[in-house]
């Protein structure tokens, strides 16, 4: 819990909400507020700073709008965490967590064989209603989710448990198998977020999402898995080197 140290200056020109603003802001960019640190009440901030509530509701919205604060149902106000950047290669979200020096946490939430519709064995290049191994699970970092992935795989491609894919990247369980994976046509991609994706991202029903489908090939030219991947577009973006030819 974070208890701002607040001097304003009642002689200034300079609106009181936005001398508390600017400095909760300082403290933000100097990291003595570090992500995911969490604010007092409005009414402790005032009482404490001896400010009126609609002068601290003001301030921390002004940083809301500024993308540095978010208030969360039932937690509070908290300082925004850093935003994932992913560079558009041939990895798995898990791997470039990792890389990042992320501690990623994995909740998977189905796992096993379903029959494959029609979109999904174009993909794969299967006959529809042949079994396909499908896993669901969403990503963690940070303490919060950050994406939910969704997948598929030819069956009995790759043999592992739920409990291998909670731990372990799919990518990094494919390599392991000794599925060479080679290239991959990938479209990204926005839309409004279901119901069900807004609960599990902790989101708000009908936020805006980045979306990602993948369709992977070994190196034989074979499909090994196709990919449909939803992430929260307020702490995920997508970076990209474009080359002039």
């Known amino acids: 819990m974070y208890r701002p140290r607040v001097i304003v200056d009642r002689g200034s020109p300079v609106p009181l909400y936005y001398q508390l603003a ?8 100097s990291g003595e507020l570090s992500p995911g640190t969490r604010l007092e009440n409005e009414l402790e901030i005032a009482e404490r700073c001896g400010l009126s509530r609609p002068t601290v509701r003001q301030a921390i919205q002004h ?5 540095l604060l978010v208030r969360k149902r039932g937690v509070g106000t908290q300082v925004v965490l850093p935003e994932i950047r992913r560079p558009v290669e041939l990895t798995s979200l898990h791997d470039d967590l990792a890389a990042a020096g992320e501690e990623p946490h994995t909740d998977v939430l189905e796992f096993g064989p379903v029959p494959a519709d029609d979109r999904v064995a174009k993909q794969l290049g299967l006959a529809a209603g042949d079994t396909v191994l499908r896993m669901r699970r969403t990503r963690h970092t940070g303490g919060e989710p950050l994406a939910l992935l969704t997948n598929y795989l030819p069956d009995g491609l790759l043999n592992v448990t739920a409990d291998d894919l909670a731990r372990h990247g799919l990518y990094e369980l494919l390599r392991a198998s000794g599925v ?8 990204i991609g926005a839309r409004r977020a279901t119901a069900e994706e807004a609960r599990l991202l902790d989101e708000r029903r009908g936020v805006p999402m980045l979306t990602m489908t993948r369709t992977a090939y070994d190196d034989k030219g074979t499909a ?3 990919g449909c991947h939803v992430y929260r577009a307020s702490r995920y973006s997508y970076a990209l080197t474009l080359v002039e030819r």
């Open 22 to 29: 600017r400095q909760l802001e300082a403290a933000i960019q």
């Open 63 to 67: 940083l809301v709008d500024r993308g």
């Open 180 to 187: 060479n994976l080679r290239i991959a046509n990938q479209s």
């Open 224 to 226: 090994i898995e196709y």
